[in-house]
């Protein structure tokens, strides 16, 4: 068959497992999915429709997509996500069915205008509008089903968060896999299953050995400073709501300053903050240092201000940190890398608990 995108032997080993599954278990899933899909089609994939766009749209969407059930709150998922704007929200989704754009632009679009709505979510609605063109994505799980068939490293998406144009890599990468194997496995006739079965090996054991040598990934040259801070401020925010904080985004802390999200625990009658700000590409150094200072003096609450970027952004606000008297001990750089595995190990510790029966996340 000439140069493959995967190796053919490893995934038969796991097609008919998958099979089975697919006449069994999965079942459920598959008409689960039909339902919403047909919901969507009258709700939120014609223009008509958006126009009547309201809050029981957004509650019926939040509780109807895989994406959102491991939120405990999802009144407070529905209430960030209004916080948009019926209009910008009705407008964004306008334009993510408009197939005259291309995908990347639509992706980033959304995810830049709706809070809440990250690569996820966004990419299990593109699957819903068309499982022919647009794959679930899944974080890491997906990342690692595809090493663990031995894609060619220059064909793989981003690990962690996707923007728009790595959405596109993946979603092609896809088509160009299943195009290889449709004469072979014809039950696997859409990107969407094919991308439930890379989801499904992730789940079932089938994962590339993340501690071998040759997938040590150097951050920086992983992440090139391009961060889509809204996609990375709403991982902040799930982390924090799975480990137990309060959590709240784009607070104002000062007349001068907001923040991008806080953690808020309280001991006795203490409250214990930690605020987030992500650091972007083209962000003013001198502006976001002097932001920490003034925060850290003004409120007492505030434990740690945690920075989150990439590793050559940290050094540039390093050599602003002194300036401003910022302490060491109150100031945490956070890579965004470790974000990701922070969420990675998380959703590793949920499978456990709910393999032992002590908590059940998937029920």
């Not at 969420?343 to 002590?358: A, F, H, R």
Request: proline fraction near 2%.
């Amino acid at each position: 068959m000439g140069s493959s995108l995967i190796n053919f032997d490893k995934l038969e080993e796991i097609v008919p497992e998958f099979e089975v599954y697919l006449n069994g278990e999965g079942i459920k899933y598959i008409r689960e999915r039909n339902k919403v899909s047909d919901y969507l089609k009258v709700y939120l994939f014609q223009e008509e429709a958006i126009d009547s766009l309201d809050k029981e749209t957004i509650e019926n969407l939040v509780s109807k997509l895989w994406a959102f059930d491991d939120c405990a709150d999802t009144n407070f998922i529905v209430d960030e996500i209004l916080r948009s704007g019926l209009g910008v929200i009705r407008d964004s989704f306008k334009f993510l069915i408009n197939e005259d754009e291309p995908v990347d632009k639509r992706f980033d679009e959304v995810l830049k205008n709706i809070r809440m709505i990250d690569d996820v979510v966004l990419s299990e609605v593109l699957s819903h509008f068309n499982d022919k063109k647009y794959p679930l994505w899944v974080n890491n799980k997906i990342y690692y089903s595809l090493k663990y068939l031995e894609v060619p490293k220059d064909r793989l998406p981003s690990q962690g968060q996707l923007n728009g144009k790595q959405y596109e890599i993946y979603a092609n990468l896809l088509q160009g896999i299943l195009y290889e194997i449709k004469d072979y496995y014809p039950k696997i006739d859409s990107v969407f299953k094919l991308s439930f079965l890379l989801d499904f090996m992730a789940n079932k054991g089938y994962k590339y050995d993340k501690s071998a040598e040759e997938d040590k990934i150097n951050d920086e040259n992983k992440y090139d400073g391009s961060i889509n801070s809204a996609n990375v401020i709403n991982q902040v925010l799930q982390l924090g709501s799975e480990l137990g904080f309060e959590i709240e985004k784009d607070i104002t802390m000062t007349s001068k300053y907001s923040i991008d999200a806080v953690w808020k625990s309280k001991i006795a009658n203490v409250v214990i903050t930690y605020a987030f700000e992500v650091l972007e590409e083209d962000a003013n150094i001198r502006f976001i240092a002097a932001k920490i200072a003034d925060i850290m003096r003004l409120d007492a609450s505030i434990q740690k201000v945690i920075v989150i970027s990439t590793y050559s952004q940290f050094e540039n606000l390093k050599d602003k940190v002194t300036e401003f008297h910022i302490s060491k001990n109150s100031m945490i750089y956070f890579n965004v890398n470790d974000l990701n595995r922070a969420l990675s190990y998380l959703e590793s510790l949920k499978e456990i608990l709910d393999d032992l029966g002590l908590l059940k996340f998937n029920s």
